[in-house]
């Protein structure tokens, strides 16, 4: 008799849920994937690692039917498939649970779990009391901590989570697709959610887990797959690998931060001294100053920015800290205070004056704030500085494109050409396209608001590179950041803020660590709490 | 000759791309852009074949002039929808347009240059009224165009009390309807001159860019500096002024301006714009598409009379035609 199918780890399964070999997917000439294999066994959670533009994304694409491939082939439980649709995909028991969830907030966990599944009478009403029995039964008999009873509106991020992943379960998934879901939640949140996927694979479900961080990796994976290129940089059991061995596979050889991370760390802070050197002796022109600045978020901000200094916000989400860049750059009223460039007070700001005085933002969130996505590279490169390449109001279409091609070049942007459509580019290519709107002419005062998330380790890297190189051209940077390690690595001087106010200032040098920072935040904090 | 077919560098052929890209850019915007030609084409062979008289000089001047009134205002259609807005007011604005141009001539003094500031004064009012209201008020242009659209057609109305209001002078007669400008009658050349001024604007211009962006995106163009209520006004009242010139070719043929014109006009110029290859969801359109979608829809209509269909047959014809161009360019 042959191998049966129920043996638990075999080299290469027969009982294989998932099976991929060689496939290929290209999007208007960017190759995304240029023949990866991957297997998803029964009750595993297999994570997939890569930085962005890997193709992580693309094969979850494909596998969910939003998109198809162009070449290779696809097994699911051993039938080949080329999904249509995510209908067709979920009909062969994929689902995936998204960062935005596919959820009816305004319906009880029940109805949605049995969304157009409910019982019903034979006029065709829903029977209410059945549905919510049913579904609770399968709550119980999951250990699923969920009342069907409750509207998902009323839930917290990781509980809808929960139900998301229950309503996959309820629905006789086979294989279940996570995609960054750590990403919005607090550490016990974290417990909860690994708790319902540890659920979910004794019961012979098979995991596929998306993520950028490799402590998660650790924690729950049983093995480990790296994209890298469009290609597989392998697969790894996760009990006999570490971090090094996945870091180097994810950055690729010839890459800084394979070499040994740390050695490449103090290469960093090694540049970043002279650039600290130079700007002592511009020290006494401040480029940017805030006093007193109040609005429908600010309660009297004030800060200093000097020429050439890197200036780092920290603080929790909600502090103020983004609405003082937005308020720098004309997208909030100033009501009280003054915002002043070189000593010489603003007056009123909206985008296109901010722009005309020499400011600079790179947004938050960069495919609803930052980018057009269904335009060309050179359309959203030249869009905030329009007046500079023209002539009485007629286009100088060569002069655009010209720049386009010189900050696609300097920012090395990979991407075919100045016409290739944004939304085919990777996380980490978008993010430099933002920045590269205001390559030139270079501003006098760039406002940074979290530039680097989503960003993979490789071009995090180059982005900290044309950050310095700004400051060191005398550009005076502000920059907001809810990863205090890059803060730590990039700022000169760092600002807490609390409730739309800057509580304290400190000089780089006088934090040793980032525990430091955080205590520094954790501690301006309070005084504010007693009062309130 | 050998030299350029060696293999050049490839900063050239790159740039000799760009520069033909940069040619034929204007031609090719849409999601297929090629499709509308494709389509035109068609649709210029089965006529052909199915009527003697269809492929004529005479015939094409005479689809040509009955397409202007809507080709002048799909223009300007184009930028509001690319602008990621609406305007159904079009109808009313042009009969609106119409009847205080023909007041004007009538009680100011009786030259055609009265008659043509006030009908293009007219125009551009109500589309600054629209784009202010859609701005300002942060109402969607839907709505507000919808009241335009009746309340527009009401005034018309009540300025003569629903009667018409005769034109006397020979000099607008000539300059707006029955004239030759090079051979060309009147109401096409204006036609082919509001069409050069979008693709200037549009194409061409910053204003176009930045439309194109606020269409697009309008967090990121605003992020960019750019001041998407003000764009998306002039697109407003670009339309409207375009509303107000084809008045003047309307009444200029008629020798009378009516209040009751061109009722349900706008979905005829809507259809125009979309079927051109324009997203309704903004960002994405182009002037020459926008003509030649308005040439289409008067070929139907042109070529269906001349097989002798009947027009209620026609109105379903057309109907079915146009989903389906849309769906088939979309795809």
Redesign the interface.
């Known amino acids: 008799m042959p191998t049966s199918g129920t043996t638990s780890f075999p080299a290469s399964s027969p009982a294989a849920l998932i099976r991929v070999e060689g496939v290929t997917k290209s999007f208007g000439g960017v190759r995304a994937l240029r023949g990866v294999d991957f297997e998803l066994l029964p009750g595993e959670v297999h994570a997939l690692l890569g930085e962005n533009g890997a193709g992580k994304s693309t094969l979850i694409k494909i596998l969910s039917g939003v998109q198809r491939h162009d070449g290779g082939s696809i097994e699911i439980a051993g039938r080949k498939v080329a999904f249509e649709s995510s209908a067709k995909s979920r009909e062969a028991g994929v689902a995936v649970v998204y960062q935005d969830l596919s959820l009816v907030e305004s319906l009880s966990v029940g109805a949605n779990l049995m969304l157009g599944r409910e019982p019903r009478t034979r006029l065709g009403f829903i029977r209410k009391r059945q549905l919510m029995a049913e579904v609770g039964a399968f709550l119980t008999e999951r250990g699923i901590p969920l009342d069907p009873r409750v509207s998902v509106a009323s839930l917290p991020f990781a509980y809808r989570q929960m139900t998301e992943i229950s309503k996959a379960l309820i629905g006789n998934v086979r294989i279940l697709i996570l995609d960054e879901p750590t990403s919005a939640l607090t550490g016990d949140e974290e417990r909860i959610l690994f708790d319902a996927i540890g659920r979910a694979t004794r019961q012979g479900v098979g995991v596929i887990y998306v993520t950028h961080r490799l402590n998660e990796v650790f924690r729950i994976s049983t093995r480990v797959t790296v994209f890298r290129d469009g290609l597989n940089a392998g697969t790894f059991a996760t009990a006999r690998t570490d971090m090094k061995q996945l870091v180097a596979a994810i950055v690729g050889p010839g890459h800084a931060l394979a070499a040994t991370g740390k050695a490449a760390l103090e290469e960093q802070q090694a540049v970043a001294e002279p650039a600290a050197a130079e700007t002592d002796q511009q020290a006494a022109q401040p480029a940017l100053t805030l006093s007193g600045v109040t609005n429908d978020r600010l309660r009297g901000a004030s800060l200093v920015l000097r020429k050439g200094e890197i200036h780092g916000l920290a603080g929790l989400v909600g502090s103020g800290r983004t609405e003082i860049l937005q308020t720098i ?1 004309g ?1 909030r009223p100033v009501e009280a205070g003054t915002v002043s460039l070189d000593g010489v007070p603003a007056g009123e700001l ?3 004056t ?2 005309g005085l020499g400011i600079a ?1 790179v ?1 938050e969130d960069r495919h ?8 060309s590279i050179e ?1 959203n490169l ?3 500085r ?2 500079f390449f ?1 002539r009485w ?3 100088r ?1 060569g002069a655009s ?1 010209r720049e386009a091609r010189a900050a696609m070049g300097k920012l090395r942007v990979k991407a075919p ?1 100045p ?1 290739t459509i944004v939304k085919n580019l990777s996380g980490g290519n978008q993010q430099k396209v933002v920045f590269a ?1 205001w390559n030139h002419p270079r501003p006098r005062v760039l406002l940074l608001d979290e530039p680097t998330v989503g960003v993979d380790v490789g071009a995090r890297e180059e982005i900290y590179a044309l950050i310095r190189a700004a400051a060191r051209e005398g550009t005076g940077v502000l920059v907001v950041s809810s990863d205090l390690a890059e803060l730590m690595l990039l700022c000169d001087g760092l600002s807490v803020v609390v409730d739309g106010r800057v509580v304290s200032t400190v000089a780089r040098g006088d934090l040793a660590t980032t525990e430091d920072l955080h205590h520094l935040i954790q501690t301006s904090q309070s005084p504010d709490e007693l009062a309130a | 000759m050998t030299k350029f077919i060696t293999a050049p560098a490839t900063a050239t052929t790159d740039e000799q791309a760009n520069r033909w890209r940069k040619l034929v850019g204007a031609f090719f915007q849409g999601d297929r852009p090629y499709m509308i030609y494709v389509a035109f084409a068609v649709l210029l062979v089965i006529f052909s074949f199915a009527s003697p008289w269809f492929l004529s000089v005479d015939n094409f001047l005479n689809i040509g002039r009955q397409t202007a009134l809507v080709s002048i205002i799909a223009i300007g259609m184009t930028f509001v929808i690319i602008g990621r807005q609406i305007d159904l007011s079009v109808g009313s604005t042009l009969a609106l347009s119409g009847m205080c141009a023909a007041l004007a001539m009538e009680h100011v003094g009786n030259t055609w240059i009265i008659g043509a500031v006030v009908g293009l004064g007219t125009g551009a009012l109500v589309g600054l009224i629209n784009g202010l209201l859609t701005t300002r008020l942060a109402i969607p242009s839907f709505l507000v165009t919808l009241g335009t659209l009746s309340a527009a057609r009401g005034l018309a109305l009540m300025l003569t009390n629903t009667k018409p209001v005769i034109i006397t002078d020979e000099a607008y007669f000539a300059v707006f309807g029955e004239a030759r400008f090079l051979g060309v009658p009147v109401p096409i050349a204006w036609t082919l001159l509001a069409a050069a001024g979008g693709i200037l604007l549009l194409h061409y211009s910053i204003y176009g860019r930045q439309v194109y962006a606020a269409g697009g995106n309008p967090t990121a163009a605003n992020y960019s500096g750019v001041n998407v209520g003000r764009v998306t006004t002039i697109a407003f009242v670009l339309t409207g002024m375009l509303a107000g010139l084809a008045a003047l070719v309307l009444s200029a043929r008629s020798h009378a301006a009516r209040p009751d014109v061109v009722q349900g006009m706008e979905l005829d110029v809507i259809a125009s714009v979309i079927l051109g290859g324009c997203s309704l969801f903004g960002g994405r359109g182009f002037i020459l598409g926008t003509l030649l979608g308005s040439l289409i829809i008067g070929t139907l209509n042109n070529g269906l009379v001349l097989i002798g269909v009947s027009s209620s047959l026609q109105l379903v014809i057309k109907g079915v035609i146009i989903v389906a161009a849309v769906a088939f360019t979309r795809r």
């Not at chain 1, 609803?368 to 335009?375: F, K, R, Y």
């Open positions: 750059f997208l909206a985008p296109i901010a722009i933002l947004p609803l704030q930052g980018l057009v996505l269904d335009h359309r030249t869009l905030p329009l007046a023209s109001g007629w286009l279409h494109v050409g016409t709107k």
